[in-house]
């Protein structure tokens, strides 16, 4: 069971200095690792691969000096960048998606540094030649340090640590008492089975005012300038305290969940898909319902608790009552069975069929017919 545990890393002046321009050398090697690989095709029609990559680092690093500052684990990183991100241009066009293929990268879109085999204690990260560097350590390290990743912030002022960690194996799933299914939505964040509901945030329409002034000193600034660079980090930042507060919000919802409920019960939605539809796209990436629910599993699976993740399809049209199909638009908010005559919200409607199904899908009750 692996768990990522992520700390604000505190280095010193020099240490973040340095950090800075392994970023720009890492930025510089990922660029041209990539154009070598467009040039050999479009000339030659040749294939490279991740290994060939890694043995013209090696002959780099023995004439450059600023390559050969870099740990060779983490220069070799942008070139497994590369390579995955070519692994998945392939794999979307053989199943047909928009592939997308892979772009160069600005120095203000490369900001993390990973590396395997790390060394960490309770309160610093050992980063080979440079040394302890400390971070905060807000809760307590766990299990076994297997890599770890250095991420600059957007605004480029602040740095975090992420240690991927070995918990061993996940505890043995405990019996189910309580049990609750999860309709998401806008207008209302989470409807529970048990009529509960959970108010959207929408943290982005909070901080629109703000963030739109920060937009319009930006838009008149010349580029190169300082000024403008200065504008940019104010802007970062302001949508860096938006995914703070979203996430932090996620989080408290998702640790009172596992903490009351045995078994949960979520739709397994497709985000990326529904964000197609320019009409509710904004709204749907503020709700951060993805957020939501991958902290869902992954709690759960460290507390021994039930996570199921089921089809929706049909979970806002049948009755839960007696799995009459009640057909309904998206506008009707209300469900009304003429079979049983249930009469209740059609979100908590829903989250009673998701219920239903993700006791079935955990095999603690047959699935319900008719």
């Known amino acids: 069971m692996l768990r990522t545990f992520r700390y604000r890393l505190k280095p010193t ?29 479009k000339v030659a029609g040749k294939s490279i691969g991740l290994y060939d990559q890694f043995k013209s680092l090696t002959e780099i690093r023995a004439f450059s000096s600023d390559v050969a500052s870099i740990p060779v684990d983490i220069a070799r990183e942008p070139l497994r960048r590369v390579d995955r991100a070519f692994q998945a ?83 043995e799933k405990q019996p189910v008492s309580s049990a609750v299914g999860i309709d998401v939505g806008l207008s209302i964040f989470a409807s529970l089975s048990d009529g509960q509901q959970i108010e959207n945030p929408r943290w982005l329409k909070q901080s629109e005012e703000e963030l739109a002034a920060k937009q319009r000193i930006l838009a008149p600034k010349r580029k190169g300038s300082n000024n403008r660079r200065q504008a940019r980090r104010n802007v970062a930042r302001c949508y860096e305290k938006i995914r703070n507060r979203r996430n932090n919000f996620c989080h408290h919802v998702s640790k009172w969940l596992v903490a009351t409920y045995d078994l949960i019960a979520f739709e397994a939605l497709s985000i990326q898909g529904m964000t197609k539809d320019g009409n509710f796209s904004k709204s749907i990436i503020d709700a951060a319902w993805g957020i939501l629910l991958r902290q869902i599993s992954y709690k759960a699976e460290e507390a021994g608790r039930y996570a199921v993740a089921v089809d929706p399809r049909g979970t806002s049209q049948l009755c839960s009552g007696c799995g009459e199909a009640v057909p309904k638009s998206l506008w009707e908010r209300t469900h009304r069975c003429p079979r049983c005559e249930l009469v209740l919200d059609r979100d908590h409607n829903a989250a009673r069929n998701i219920l239903a199904l993700g006791r079935s899908a955990a095999g603690l009750i047959e699935p319900r017919k008719g």
């Open 89 to 171: 241009f392939f794999r979307r066009v053989k199943a047909g998606q928009k592939p997308g293929y892979p772009r160069f990268r600005s120095r203000d879109r490369y900001n993390s540094l990973a590396f395997s085999l790390a060394k960490a204690s309770e309160e610093a990260i050992t980063v080979p030649k440079l040394g302890c560097v400390r971070f905060k350590a807000h809760r307590k390290l766990r299990g076994r340090v297997k890599s770890a990743s250095l991420v600059r912030s957007p605004t480029g002022k602040t740095w975090s640590v992420s240690l991927v960690s070995d918990l061993g194996q996940a505890p």
């Open 13 to 41: 002046r020099h240490q973040a200095k340095v950090l800075g321009e392994w970023l720009a050398v890492s930025c510089e090697l990922y660029n041209a690792a990539l154009e070598e690989r467009r040039g050999a095709w």
